[in-house]
Antibody
Framework: QVQLVESGGGVVQPGRSLRLSCAAS????????MHWVRQAPGKGLEWVAM????????DYVDSVKGRFTISRDNSKNTLFLQMSSLRSEDTAVFYC????????????WGPGTTVTVS | QSALTQPASVSGSPGQSITISCTGT?????????VSWFQHHPGKAPKLMIW???VRPSGVSNRFSGSKSGNTASLTISGLQAEDEADYYC??????????FGGGTKLTVL
């Protein structure tokens, strides 16, 4: 079955960088778009970024443009989120999610990894 | 990229029906049928309940149904059960080729 497992979260100082990973299994990773979504403490879900199946297209929420970079390695079935110039407001649980297809919406989610900027 | 508008909370007794609204604009909910609903129990992965406004994934109870009129989408849960108690989020594709979520609705089963 489809499985997504995020890793790389932790405590980081403001202004520093962190790279999150999402290991995918149970489906043909290279055929699907992928998303990152976050949830700050006590807040709702916020879509962060999406990457197309082949990595040719990337979209971001305005608040992370220029600071976060989404990427993927289809040979290793892994999604990444490189985060730089981190701010306290980036503190959140970060989820990766598989798209239903090319860019039709999130379908299956991972359990999340926690990032604390402090 | 403003969040879609959902009621902060709704409640109902077991067996009753409730509806959660999700109001956007003509640039998101009103423009596309790419509206999804997710159930989120704190500490767990969100679960897809409805996609493309009305489509229920296999394995999701037929007590869950979706609809849309203009800029507002809705999720209806009939025959409320205790295990339905959770946070519910809508999401929509936008004209910026991005995605936006609603602020979330906490469902309490009385």
């Amino acid at each position: 079955q489809v499985q997504l497992v995020e890793s790389g979260g932790g405590v980081v100082q403001p202004g520093r960088s962190l790279r999150l990973s999402c290991a995918a299994s149970g489906f043909t990773f290279s055929n699907y778009g992928m998303h990152w979504v976050r949830q700050a403490p006590g807040k709702g879900l916020e879509w962060v970024a999406m990457i197309s199946y082949d990595g040719s297209r990337k979209d971001y929420v305005d608040s992370v443009k220029g600071r976060f970079t989404i990427s993927r390695d289809n040979s290793k079935n892994t999604l990444f989120l490189q985060m730089s110039s981190l701010r306290s407001e980036d503190t959140a649980v970060f989820y990766c999610a598989k798209d239903r297809g090319l860019d039709y919406g999130m379908e299956v989610w991972g359990p999340g990894t926690t990032v604390t900027v402090s | 990229q403003s969040a879609l508008t959902q009621p902060a909370s709704v409640s109902g007794s077991p067996g009753q029906s409730i509806t959660i609204s999700c109001t956007g604009t003509s640039s998101d909910v009103g423009a596309y049928d790419y509206v999804s609903w997710f159930q989120h129990h704190p500490g767990k992965a969100p679960k897809l309940m409805i996609w493309d406004v009305i489509v229920r994934p296999s394995g999701v109870s037929n007590r869950f149904s979706g609809s849309k009129s203009g800029n507002t989408a809705s999720l209806t849960i009939s025959g409320l059960q205790a295990e339905d108690e959770a946070d519910y989020y809508c999401s929509s594709f936008t004209s910026d080729s991005t995605w936006v979520f609603g602020g979330g609705t906490k469902l309490t089963v009385l």
